[in-house]
């Protein structure tokens, strides 16, 4: 088979149903460790696979058209964590070679290398796995095509739309950077997908904004100072029909 139409399939020690997404089931203490110095991008990917018990597929060819400054990566440090680290290792260093994973069938635990630049990249975003706000907050480092709904509380969606773009548009083209931001028939809803670790400051920022306004806060204070205008009102009457009669 011709290497520009090899699909290298970086398999790593389970079946397809063994264990969780992230290899909860792997021997205790089993840390992914890779060492400091040179290291190519798919021998990185088939360490990775190993140690998450993941299919990665990855094309061969387009690794090496596609990838950013080559494919070998350089480590001044060497990489020693657990199963999360590793994911959150391995996607971080593949985006700096313009490079994503994306999810094929995540409860089968299948992957795939794609290239950020290359025609499928849009294909990739566009099936990203729908999350909720908590699932990806707990893993904010991931980088991943993700996607989800966030319910409002005291701000309209649209305002919050428009507010969030300038933050999270694309830049120089690149998808790994960009967020698409939506909204539903519903003014408290919110529709986000992109880049896990971007999605998730994201919902960090909505939440820092997603607070009570000013009328919110102290609805008693405006009746308040309705009551006391009525009142003043009274006596500025009183005072003038006080001065007609002198």
């Known amino acids: 088979m011709p290497t520009n139409a090899r699909i290298l399939s970086l398999l790593l020690a389970a079946t397809l149903s063994a264990g969780p997404a992230l290899a909860q089931d792997e021997p205790a203490g089993k840390r ?3 060492p400091a110095g ?3 991008l798919l021998e990185l990917v088939n360490q990775a696979a190993e140690h998450l018990r ?3 597929l990855a094309n061969e060819a387009e690794v090496q058209n596609q990838a950013i400054g080559g494919t070998m990566l350089t480590l001044q440090r060497g990489i020693d964590t657990d199963s999360a680290g590793c994911a959150d290792a391995l996607t971080a260093l593949l985006s700096t070679k313009g490079f994503i994973l994306s ?3 995540e409860s089968q635990h299948l992957y795939e290398l794609i290239a950020v630049s290359g025609p499928r990249a849009r294909i990739a975003f566009e099936s990203a ?3 909720t706000t908590e699932q990806i907050l707990s893993r904010r480092n991931l980088r991943m095509p993700v996607a989800t709904v966030v319910q409002l509380k005291h701000i309209d969606a649209m305002i919050a739309t428009n507010s969030l773009r300038p933050f999270f548009a694309q830049i120089g083209g690149s998808n790994m ?3 698409i931001i939506g909204t539903s028939s519903s003014k408290s809803t919110l ?4 880049m896990q670790n971007r999605v998730a400051s994201a919902i960090l ?5 997603d607070v009570p306004q000013p009328e919110e806060v102290t609805p008693h204070l405006a009746q308040k100072v309705e009551s006391l205008e009525a009142r003043l009102r009274k006596i500025e009457q009183a005072l003038a029909q006080l001065a007609r009669m002198r």
């Open 54 to 56: 993941w299919n990665i």
């Open 38 to 40: 040179n290291v190519e």
């Open 205 to 209: 920022m909505i939440r820092e904004s």
């Open 177 to 179: 950077q960009g967020l």
């Open 129 to 131: 796995p729908l999350k």
């Open 103 to 105: 999810a094929m069938n």
């Open 32 to 34: 992914f460790v890779v």
């Open 191 to 194: 529709l986000i997908s992109g």
